[in-house]
């Protein structure tokens, strides 16, 4: 039997009635022609012939203005989604510039190890066209010691990432001499990568960045690529503080592609729950891959792509024989990783199942189709993805699968909110206290600070003497100096969420005791507890010791049928409100509050009966963290409304505003935290606070009430669209305890609604 | 608005980590001196020998002290070290550590005090050095006054000295990169760094002693090679909270004990290079039959061959049981082309030497067998005696054995058709 093309397995999508039942919309993009122009004639001879060499006569607008505005000296952000040939808006500029200043220095800052070994090898394969003898070189934790001095001394392109920079670089930076002094350019890629917590430590590893540039007399300019996001140029700006130009029009062709929505069948019509999403995955790629359609499906968790990987292999194994089916994802070797890469540009992987690991910039030439399992949580990550199928010739086939999830539901019901919302706004608060000192403290190793100097937008005078007082730094009339023995890099992760994180240790086998993760201290008290059942990567583990003092957690591998369930008493305290809104029923306020949590009991559950087999005691002291938070308050007696009816509707909204808000702030769900209490300490209302997961915030929860509105209404149109009648665990996360659930909870969200969207802005100084 | 002063407060909890976390008792100072009168506690520095040196409004202090050539620090007199630069001068055996072709008054033995372990924001705090003048030894010892204040200790440092060998204990890796660092912050004011030669003590003593200390730091050589114990000394890594106290208060009490600390260092530094040389050069008669092969060994790796062999003999003739004398010796004279004599000695090594030892033999043996005898039977059995002492060594690492055991393999299987 012939082989079906795509534009045939299209046509079968549209008329096959199995599948033509469960799919909710299918959208259509038009193909996209590029926009060119011309090779400016400004392009070094032996660029022109690399870019030859390569088949390209003409550059794509954006490269070509990107490219024009850095050799005119402006600082440049490209938005540049997946396969757009962004590489060339900044490895066109920079090569240019050395080509014609052989001591000109560039730095590219990639987010991983992986993408800067990529580009490495992309841009000396450039080089060799255009025999240029640039020495580009990269520099992280796996470049041999004997190569270092030589990346340090003559290194003309350097290629590394931001914790590299943090930790091994800029503490060291009297070893960089000639880099620093001649540094012209600063690459950013991916951009979007750089938001939370994250981004924040990245803008201050960058204002350090800045300011030894300055004490060696070079001014770098940026040249920034981001995926599509909603305020890439804030971005850039707040990331490097310095004034952007923005490259918002893309010049790359697209091919023509269908976007189906796919939502599985209800298998229970009582409960709402609908057949597995990870199940009709299987069966979808299933019939592309037996036609050999190469396809691209990305899962959300590790275990998840390994689980969707033994179903395919084993489902096209006489097809296709199991080597032309790889999975990808964080954890596997780099060399496993190059050849799975070379395997999808040359064909024969036919698919490859991944986690968001390949939805940055490696380079895998383009795919015919592209399955999500699940809604990736955010408009932007769901784009690059969906970039990820589209050939130039021919069309490109995009299904996202949902699962049972409220926010997938919401998602697959509201093509429109996907298709027609902007994408979301990527945050950073370089500003926040904690990791500004954190940066403050290495930034005073690395340079004596001069009155007068700034650093972050608050009072830079107050924080360094506040350094003096815990007799880190020395204050000598207009100067601070370091003075203390420790080397402040080392202590500062610029990825985790919480400074102290609990290290896990795997002691299975004594002798080789290694560590497998890590967690933050909040959420350890609940799942590293003494006799713990923890899972990593599918693997049950027991924690037989948990150190709190050492912040290090014990574990075994286990095999057993329960799991653990712990109970966290939380308490929250308003230290201060900063602003507020209110009417006559509820009010919505934004400040700083103290969240003390303590572990109470652990309980042992069976697997697929729930039943409680057991429970234990949890001996840990209670943990406080002061953060910013944005509680919404009922003020007005709801008469027809008791205590129990109030608290569920409270616990509905939560849970509700636990998918809208990571959706629409751009976080990690587990950045933030909601919680819902009958009466709250501070006011005995009911009250809900949404508080960010970090000490001192990184501005979600401020966002959360800059936008609350939108929040506030989308989450009432998630919990209305639900096809249950009085509430369900998909909607409002737990068994209704009434008919009213369903809808006391929306009229809680609605008058918070009011509350927010109020005239009456009172903002308290 | 909550205050920054109320935030951070309120924060602290979250802010402090441990390795800067320290009591909180500071006292502000005004430290900034103009003139000679101001700088405190002047009378107590002159009593000690320093002096300061100025630089428009910034000094920085120097203590000079001078030792005569008959004083004693271990078990050498400071002027043996005279003796040691002759015999280098009357040797024919070249070596990374020789001053052939130099004067003793060209080492510049060198040790730094820093605040830190490493990083730019590491300051060295006191840059101190001893130098030989026809009848003495000269110690200088430059102080950081205030973290401000480089441009004057670097100015004088480097006007002061003269030289054109280092002479440190790990300079090569810490103390002399770590100059350079801080140099690199104020080039535009100072002079240069001159290029030098460099002799770094603890790879010496890493080559010779490693055998049998577990630790070769300074002040374990010095008990245990140079015989020298020291009395009431500061621990070193006292010496940045001591500097951190100095910068807040200007006492010179703990200074004085980082000085007398430092100058220990450097005394050493001479005694312990007029040992390594009489080691090496084999002029030193209580050196153990270990410590020749150890010294035979390093002229080996130096590419001097002769030397090597002529300790390698001294080594083996003081200890007839000496097997790894033995074994490297043999090694010797099997490049000498003496096979006969390097044979015999791996015979005897096979039997009594350690795993290590008795494997690399056999397998010597083996080549032997197989090349000179023509014996394949020999060589066969020796293979799988080294086989066997290959299955005896706990210390190799399992990758190691696995390559070993490959080889060991290779060469049965080869051996075997013929």
Redesign the interface.
């Known amino acids: 039997m012939r082989k079906k093309s795509l534009a045939d397995l299209v046509d079968y999508f549209k008329t096959d009635e199995n599948v033509q039942q469960q799919i909710v919309k299918w959208h259509t993009i038009e193909p996209v022609k590029a926009a060119y122009s011309r090779i400016p004639e400004s392009v070094h001879p032996k660029l022109v012939q690399a870019l030859q060499a390569k088949g390209i006569g003409e550059l794509y607008s954006h490269q070509e203005e990107a490219y024009k505005n850095v050799m005119e000296g402006f600082s440049v952000t490209a938005i540049t989604p997946t396969a757009s040939g962004k590489t060339l808006c900044y490895n066109l500029p920079v090569v240019q510039t050395i080509l014609q200043n052989s001591s000109a220095r560039a730095l590219y800052l990639f987010p991983t190890k992986a993408l800067a070994q990529d580009q490495k090898t992309e841009l000396n394969e450039w080089l060799d066209l255009a025999d240029a003898s640039i020495n580009c070189y990269t520099y992280d934790g796996d470049t041999p010691a004997a190569i270092r001095q030589k990346v340090r001394k003559a290194g003309q392109i350097v290629i590394t990432n931001p914790d590299m920079l943090h930790s091994a670089i800029l503490?060291?930076?009297?070893?960089w001499?000639s880099l620093f002094e001649n540094l012209q350019y600063i690459v950013l890629d991916e951009l979007h990568i750089y938001r939370g917590v994250f981004g924040s430590h990245v803008a201050n590893v960058i204002r350090r960045l800045k300011r030894i540039c300055e004490f060696y007399g070079s001014s770098p300019q940026f040249i920034c690529t981001s995926a599509t996001i909603a305020n890439p140029k804030e971005l850039a700006e707040g990331l490097t503080g310095e004034e952007m130009k923005l490259i918002s029009k893309n010049g790359a062709p697209s091919a023509k592609k269908h976007f189906v929505f796919y939502n599985p069948p209800i298998v229970n019509q009582q409960l709402n729950i609908r057949r597995s999403a990870t199940l009709e995955v299987r069966k979808l790629a299933g019939i592309l891959l037996k036609q050999k359609i190469q396809t691209i499906i990305f899962a959300k968790s590790r275990v998840r792509v390994e689980i969707i990987l033994s179903y395919l292999q084993e489902l096209v194994i006489n097809e296709l024989g199991p080597k032309s089916i790889q999975g990808y994802r964080g954890g596997y070797l780099p060399t496993q990783r190059r050849e799975i890469e070379k395997g999808l540009r040359n064909g024969d992987i036919y698919g490859v199942v991944s986690t968001n690991a390949l939805e940055l910039g490696v380079d895998i030439g383009q795919l015919q189709a592209c399955i999500m399992t699940g809604y990736p949580g955010t408009i932007a990550s769901a784009w690059q993805q969906a970039g990820r199928a589209g050939r130039r010739q021919g069309e490109a086939l995009i299904l996202m699968v949902a699962s049972s999830s409220p926010l997938d539901q919401y998602v697959i019901k509201h093509p429109e909110y996907f298709l027609e919302t902007s994408p979301e706004t990527a945050r950073i608060n370089p500003d926040n206290?904690?990791i500004l000192?954190d940066h403050l403290?290495c930034a005073?190793?690395?340079?004596?600070f001069t009155l007068g100097e700034s650093f972050g937008e608050?009072?830079l005078e107050?924080?360094l003497d506040?350094l003096?007082?815990?007799?880190?730094l020395?204050?000598?009339?207009n100067?601070w100096?370091?003075?203390?023995?420790?080397?402040?890099?080392?202590?500062i992760s610029l990825r985790s969420a919480s400074?102290e994180n609990v290290i896990i240790i795997d002691q299975t086998e004594r002798a080789h005791s290694k560590v497998i993760g890590e967690m933050d201290r909040f959420s350890a008290m609940t799942l590293l507890h003494d006799e713990a059942i923890y899972l990593h990567q599918g693997i049950q583990f027991q924690v037989e010791y948990l150190d709190w003092d050492e912040k290090k957690a014990y574990v075994r591998e286990v095999d057993i049928d329960y799991f653990t369930d712990a109970n966290l008493a939380v308490s929250l305290a308003v230290?201060?409100e900063?602003k507020s809104k209110e009417t006559e029923q509820a009010i919505v306020s934004f400040g700083?509050v103290s969240v003390r949590a303590m572990a109470t009991i652990f309980k042992k559950i069976k697997f697929d009966t729930h039943e409680n087999i057991g429970s234990g005691p949890i001996h840990l002291p209670e943990e406080?963290?002061?953060t910013s938070s944005t509680w919404f308050t009922l003020k007005a007696e709801l008469h027809e409304l008791t205590e129990d009816r109030i608290e569920q509707g409270l616990i509905g909204a939560a849970h509700a505003m636990q998918s809208i808000i990571p959706l629409h702030v751009m976080c990690d769900p587990q950045d933030i935290q909601i919680v819902p209490q009958v009466k709250a300490t501070h006011n005995q209302l009911p009250t809900l606070f949404v508080y960010d997961r970090y000490?001192?915030g990184i501005g979600l929860s401020e966002n959360v009430f800059k936008i609350g509105s939108t929040i506030m209404n989308e989450a009432s149109e998630m919990i209305k669209s639900c096809h249950c009648s009085v509430g369900c665990p998909s909607c409002i996360g737990t068994d209704p305890q009434g008919i009213e659930a369903k809808s006391d909870t929306i009229k809680l969200i609605n008058l918070f609604f009011t509350a927010i969207e109020g005239e009456n802005d009172e903002s308290k100084? | 608005?909550?205050s920054?002063?109320n935030?951070?407060k309120?924060?602290k909890?979250?802010?402090?980590?441990?390795?800067?976390?320290?009591e909180?008792n500071?006292q502000?100072t005004?430290?900034?001196p103009n003139n000679s009168e101001a700088i405190p506690y002047m009378s107590m520095w002159e009593e000690n020998h320093v002096r300061p040196y100025w630089v428009d409004q910034e000094y920085c202090l120097i203590r000079e002290v001078r030792y005569p050539l008959t004083f004693k620090q271990g078990r050498y007199e400071l002027g043996e070290c005279k003796r040691a630069v002759q015999a280098w001068e009357n040797s024919s055996f070249n070596h990374p550590l020789s001053t052939k072709g130099h004067s003793i008054d060209d080492l510049f033995f060198f040790d730094t005090e820093t605040?830190?372990?490493?990083?730019?924001?590491?300051?060295i705090f006191m840059l101190g050095y001893a130098q030989f003048t026809h009848d003495e030894v000269i110690v200088k010892q430059h102080i950081l006054t205030?973290?401000?204040y480089e441009v004057p200790l670097y100015m004088s440092f480097l006007e002061n000295v003269d030289y054109s060998t280092l002479v440190t204990y790990n300079g090569k890796s810490f103390d002399w990169p770590q100059v350079?660092?801080?140099h690199?912050?104020i080039r535009d004011h100072v002079p240069k760094l001159p290029e030098t030669g460099h002799f770094d003590l603890y790879h010496a003593s890493r080559r010779l002693w490693k055998h049998k200390m577990e630790s070769v730091k300074l002040t374990e050589v010095e008990k245990h090679i140079l015989k020298f114990e020291r009395k009431d000394d500061l621990p070193g890594y006292l010496a940045?909270?001591i500097y951190?106290d100095f910068?807040?208060r200007k006492h010179p009490e703990g200074i004085i004990k980082v000085l007398d600390h430092n100058e220990k260092d450097i005394l050493s530094l001479i005694s312990l290079y007029t040992h390594v040389t009489f080691q090496l050069l084999g002029q030193d008669s209580e050196q153990t039959s270990d410590e020749k092969v150890e010294a035979g060994k390093w002229y080996k790796a130096a590419g001097n061959h002769t030397a090597s062999g002529s300790l390698l003999e001294q080594a083996y003739s003081d200890d007839l049981h000496n097997h790894s004398a033995a074994h490297s010796l043999a090694f010797f004279l099997k490049r000498r082309g003496d096979i006969q004599r390097s044979a015999n000695l791996w015979l005897k090594v096979c039997e009594n030497g350690s795993a290590r030892e008795k494997r690399e033999a056999a397998i010597e043996l083996a080549k032997y067998y197989e090349h000179q005898d023509k014996n394949t039977a020999a060589a066969i059995q020796y293979t799988q005696k080294a086989r066997e002492a290959l299955l005896e060594d706990e210390n190799l690492k399992p990758s190691a054995r696995k390559n070993e055991m490959a080889k060991i393999h290779h060469r049965l299987q080869r051996l075997n058709r013929k």
């Open positions: 503490p060291h930076h009297t070893k001499v206290l904690v000192l403290k005073a190793f690395e340079l004596p608050h009072d107050e924080l506040y003096v007082d815990e007799r880190v020395h204050r000598s009339s100067k100096y370091w003075m203390n023995d420790a080397f402040p890099a080392h202590n400074q230290l201060e900063d700083d406080e963290l002061h000490p001192g100084k | 608005m909550m920054l002063k935030k951070l309120r924060m909890a979250h802010l402090s980590d441990k390795d800067t976390e320290q909180n500071n502000k005004d430290d900034s605040t830190g372990l490493r990083g730019v924001g590491s300051t205030h973290p401000g350079k660092s801080r690199t912050l940045p909270a951190f910068v807040e």
